[in-house]
């Protein structure tokens, strides 16, 4: 199965970053060094991104993509309905991913069993570098004055350093 793995989110000083890694692996191999796992929705106002299972991911992005555009961007309302439908449809659950996805007033993490997370600290970070990143943003959050852009930006080398999942090809986008 391919996998694509750790992305991050900060929301941080009334700004919104989400990094993730290049890497794409097909078993212990690595597939792919420059993935981007990282979509800009509904006009640009939305940050999506995944971790998991590529294709599984892109019929997700395409799934969340149509209920903002139902719920007229109301990002909560999107996500609880895509977890709802991808909880209850057969064939959506059997799909092997993790979705982040952040606008300028919320943050979620999205799973296949119903969850619909809003971080208390405004940091969420997924896939199997995502504890590192989770960890080390949290530390640079609370000792530094780095912006949102520069704490996931760090945040994922120090993770690329730790998870061999991981790499240092990273891409961030801001809100």
Not at 127 to 141: D, N, T
Request: proline fraction near 1%.
């Amino acid at each position: 199965m391919t996998q694509a793995t750790t992305i991050i989110c900060i929301r941080h000083k009334d700004k919104i970053a989400m990094a993730g890694d290049g890497q794409v692996t097909i078993g212990e191999t690595i597939f792919k060094k420059k993935a981007n796992k990282i979509r800009r929705l509904f006009d640009g106002k939305v940050l999506a991104g995944f971790a998991g299972a590529t294709s599984d991911a892109f019929a997700l992005f395409s799934r969340f993509e149509k209920k903002l555009e139902e719920y007229r961007g109301n990002l909560s309302r999107a996500a609880i309905e895509l977890a709802k439908d991808w909880r209850l449809d057969k064939a959506l659950r059997r799909l092997e991913a993790l979705l982040i996805v952040a606008n300028q007033e919320s943050s979620y993490l999205i799973s296949g069993t119903g969850d619909v997370v809003e971080p208390d600290d405004g940091v969420i970070a997924i896939g199997s570098g995502g504890p590192f990143a989770l960890a080390a943003a949290r530390a640079l959050i609370g000792h530094t004055d780095l912006s949102a852009k520069e704490i996931a930006l760090e945040a994922m080398k120090i993770s690329a350093d730790i998870c061999v999942y991981t790499n240092d090809q990273i891409l961030v986008e801001e809100l």
